[in-house]
């Protein structure tokens, strides 16, 4: 990581509203790519070069270049040094590369399989549907974004570790994580313990463990958060396979069977640190990402109501045939038909991918890439980001309306389409499967989606090091939507004397106002009203 340029992030974010608007200053924002999108890139090309005195950083924005880079997995590896904040427990197979990469990828990625999904489906289901009476009970929810990350944490809990968490609806407190169940042994619950790590984990990583022992006392709830963690995770592979606790073959159990135990002459097998933290990153990486897509899909359609209706009618229409009590709704029958839940679920990746770059790099040889029918050398040594942002927010592959939410364009059965051949590359996006179908599966209900041109859409990456989750992460966030949006249409509720125009305009703030910590995520919840239709 460059660090002179975290070091200008926070210098530039503070003098921001004094100074002038020089692209070589907006590079330098924090979170710049969620403020400018395709703004630099268009005025600069689409590969800009920033070189400081930490270093030479590259961002691609370029789908050609991109797909160069994700061919080429060995002359792009991927910085580690990025993630050296969820290291904490041990290393895991997102801070890995090489030959460790594959050690722990081994034991991680088969867990991912179609047994799995339907338990994500399930409990998605069913988290969902508890959440929805709650808050159309109250006809509101004051914070969506908080009860959104419940249900994810929950859908994960259940499916890698096998444990069942509720809903607890009946606190409205953040200490709501299943607070009022502190198993002996404890000081905060598994939920509390998972948020506290996850709001704070930039001091963890900074603070010296003595401070986080004898300092302040929200330090020291950091630290006792973070040592609370560490115990659940450490009790959950203990206790895998004693009598009461579940004997479901997923991630816990994939992990425990790898345990080589102390960590002397790991072999092919993983230490006990490096089994923790695998258990670590599988218990935050898809609850960041999820929780937030999830928040700005909910709050896309709260924006628009006329997308709703539409996701509306096709609910209607796919679950006719389906039970009216969700629970019995059958992963296998109802998931392929959920096409539309899927487009607001793209359109909401497109426009707010929770990973913003993907960090590459050239290690220590010159990298040639063609570029605009030349070649150039890119230097050892340079950080070379793709820019996920600049690439979903490129009119020349997404049309006039790249800036707007309209899932219909992802629709194969609706007239709004993306068709557009870039003029300098000459890359056409394909309206129909059959151009480019998508690699890992035809099957319903992908093959009602059009297919973007290879490259120009990657929220979970691509190539090798693609997330191992994204089936997971679909099939969740399309069963809680599904439940969500089937029976209720939501809007940003009006505070006293305010037009809805008034009230749309703060949810819209919610959203440009958005901040990255781990991943970008909207920060200041908006008081949400639920309707039964
Ligand atoms: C909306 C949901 C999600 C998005 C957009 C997303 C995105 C990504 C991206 C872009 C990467 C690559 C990061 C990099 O190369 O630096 C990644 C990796 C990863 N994701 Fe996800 N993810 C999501 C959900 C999940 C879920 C649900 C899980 C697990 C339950 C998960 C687990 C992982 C892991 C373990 C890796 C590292 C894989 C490796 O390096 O081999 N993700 N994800």
Redesign the pocket.
Same mark, same amino acid.
């Given at each position: 990581m460059n660090a002179f340029h975290v070091l200008t992030c926070g210098f530039n974010r503070a003098l921001w509203p004094y100074l002038p608007q020089w692209a070589y200053f907006k590079i330098f924002w924090r979170d710049w790519c969620h403020h400018t999108k395709f703004e630099l890139f268009e005025k600069y090309g689409d590969v800009i070069c920033a070189v400081s005195p930490g270093g030479v950083t590259i961002y691609v924005g370029s789908v050609e270049v991109v797909r160069q880079m994700y061919e080429r997995r060995s002359d792009f590896p991927?910085v580690t040094k990025v993630y050296e904040y969820v290291r904490f427990y041990g290393d895991n197979? =997102?801070t890995l590369e090489g030959v460790e990469?594959r050690r722990h990828?081994k034991y991680?990625r088969p867990p991912f399989n179609e047994a799995v999904h339907k338990v994500v489906w399930e409990e998605g289901v069913k988290q969902a549907h508890t959440a929805l009476n709650v808050w159309s009970r109250k006809n509101s929810c004051v914070k969506v974004g908080r009860d959104l990350r419940t249900i994810s944490m929950n859908v =994960?809990s259940l499916s890698?570790f096998g444990v069942a968490l509720p809903f607890d609806y009946e606190s409205e407190t953040t200490e709501h994580f299943g607070q009022k169940n502190i198993p002996p042994g404890h000081r905060m619950s598994y939920g509390n313990a998972v948020n506290h790590v996850l709001d704070n984990i930039i001091a963890l990583v900074i603070t010296p463990k003595w401070l986080l022992r004898n300092g302040p006392e929200s330090l020291k709830k950091t630290g006792q958060s973070y040592e609370e963690l560490g115990l659940y995770l450490k009790e959950l592979i203990q206790n895998h396979g004693k009598a009461g606790s579940s004997d479901r073959k997923n991630l816990l159990r994939s992990l425990v069977k790898a345990s080589t135990g102390d960590g002397l002459g790991k072999g092919s097998g993983l230490t006990d640190t490096e089994v923790i933290g695998n258990a670590f990153?599988?218990a935050v990486? %898809?609850l960041e990402?999820?929780t937030g897509?999830l928040h700005y899909a909910v709050m896309y359609l709260a924006l628009n109501p006329d997308v709703q209706d539409w996701l509306y009618k096709d609910l209607q229409e796919a679950l006719k045939d389906e039970d009216q009590d969700p629970s019995k709704w059958e992963y296998e029958k109802v998931y392929p038909k959920m096409a539309s839940v899927l487009c607001v679920i793209h359109e909401t =990746?497109r426009l707010n +991918?929770?990973?913003m770059h993907?960090?590459k790099w050239t290690a220590d040889k010159y990298q040639p890439v063609n570029w605009k029918g030349k070649q150039c050398l890119i230097p050892p040594g340079a950080s070379t980001y793709i820019t996920i942002t600049a690439l979903h927010y490129n009119p020349f592959l997404w049309g006039d309306t790249v800036k707007e939410f309209q899932p219909q364009r992802w629709d194969l059965r609706s007239s709004v389409g993306w068709v557009h051949t870039d003029p300098r590359t000459g890359i056409k996006a394909p309206t129909t499967p059959s151009e480019t179908p998508w690699t890992e599966t035809q099957s319903a209900p992908y093959c009602h989606l059009r297919t973007p041109v290879k490259g120009a859409f990657a929220?979970?990456?691509d190539g090798w090091? +693609?997330?191992? %989750?994204?089936n997971? +992460?679909l099939v969740e966030m399309t069963a809680v939507l599904a439940t969500l949006f089937r029976g209720c249409s939501v809007r940003i509720k009006r505070q006293e004397g305010e037009t809805q125009e008034m009230a749309d305009n703060r949810g819209k703030s919610a959203i440009s106002n958005s901040e990255s910590y781990l991943t970008i995520m909207i920060r200041h919840d908006v008081e949400l009203e639920w309707v039964r239709r």
């Amino acid at each position: 990581m460059n660090a002179f340029h975290v070091l200008t992030c926070g210098f530039n974010r503070a003098l921001w509203p004094y100074l002038p608007q020089w692209a070589y200053f907006k590079i330098f924002w924090r979170d710049w790519c969620h403020h400018t999108k395709f703004e630099l890139f268009e005025k600069y090309g689409d590969v800009i070069c920033a070189v400081s005195p930490g270093g030479v950083t590259i961002y691609v924005g370029s789908v050609e270049v991109v797909r160069q880079m994700y061919e080429r997995r060995s002359d792009f590896p991927k910085v580690t040094k990025v993630y050296e904040y969820v290291r904490f427990y041990g290393d895991n197979v =997102l801070t890995l590369e090489g030959v460790e990469w594959r050690r722990h990828n081994k034991y991680t990625r088969p867990p991912f399989n179609e047994a799995v999904h339907k338990v994500v489906w399930e409990e998605g289901v069913k988290q969902a549907h508890t959440a929805l009476n709650v808050w159309s009970r109250k006809n509101s929810c004051v914070k969506v974004g908080r009860d959104l990350r419940t249900i994810s944490m929950n859908v =994960l809990s259940l499916s890698n570790f096998g444990v069942a968490l509720p809903f607890d609806y009946e606190s409205e407190t953040t200490e709501h994580f299943g607070q009022k169940n502190i198993p002996p042994g404890h000081r905060m619950s598994y939920g509390n313990a998972v948020n506290h790590v996850l709001d704070n984990i930039i001091a963890l990583v900074i603070t010296p463990k003595w401070l986080l022992r004898n300092g302040p006392e929200s330090l020291k709830k950091t630290g006792q958060s973070y040592e609370e963690l560490g115990l659940y995770l450490k009790e959950l592979i203990q206790n895998h396979g004693k009598a009461g606790s579940s004997d479901r073959k997923n991630l816990l159990r994939s992990l425990v069977k790898a345990s080589t135990g102390d960590g002397l002459g790991k072999g092919s097998g993983l230490t006990d640190t490096e089994v923790i933290g695998n258990a670590f990153i599988f218990a935050v990486a %898809g609850l960041e990402t999820t929780t937030g897509t999830l928040h700005y899909a909910v709050m896309y359609l709260a924006l628009n109501p006329d997308v709703q209706d539409w996701l509306y009618k096709d609910l209607q229409e796919a679950l006719k045939d389906e039970d009216q009590d969700p629970s019995k709704w059958e992963y296998e029958k109802v998931y392929p038909k959920m096409a539309s839940v899927l487009c607001v679920i793209h359109e909401t =990746l497109r426009l707010n +991918a929770p990973h913003m770059h993907i960090p590459k790099w050239t290690a220590d040889k010159y990298q040639p890439v063609n570029w605009k029918g030349k070649q150039c050398l890119i230097p050892p040594g340079a950080s070379t980001y793709i820019t996920i942002t600049a690439l979903h927010y490129n009119p020349f592959l997404w049309g006039d309306t790249v800036k707007e939410f309209q899932p219909q364009r992802w629709d194969l059965r609706s007239s709004v389409g993306w068709v557009h051949t870039d003029p300098r590359t000459g890359i056409k996006a394909p309206t129909t499967p059959s151009e480019t179908p998508w690699t890992e599966t035809q099957s319903a209900p992908y093959c009602h989606l059009r297919t973007p041109v290879k490259g120009a859409f990657a929220p979970f990456s691509d190539g090798w090091r +693609a997330c191992v %989750g994204k089936n997971f +992460a679909l099939v969740e966030m399309t069963a809680v939507l599904a439940t969500l949006f089937r029976g209720c249409s939501v809007r940003i509720k009006r505070q006293e004397g305010e037009t809805q125009e008034m009230a749309d305009n703060r949810g819209k703030s919610a959203i440009s106002n958005s901040e990255s910590y781990l991943t970008i995520m909207i920060r200041h919840d908006v008081e949400l009203e639920w309707v039964r239709r």
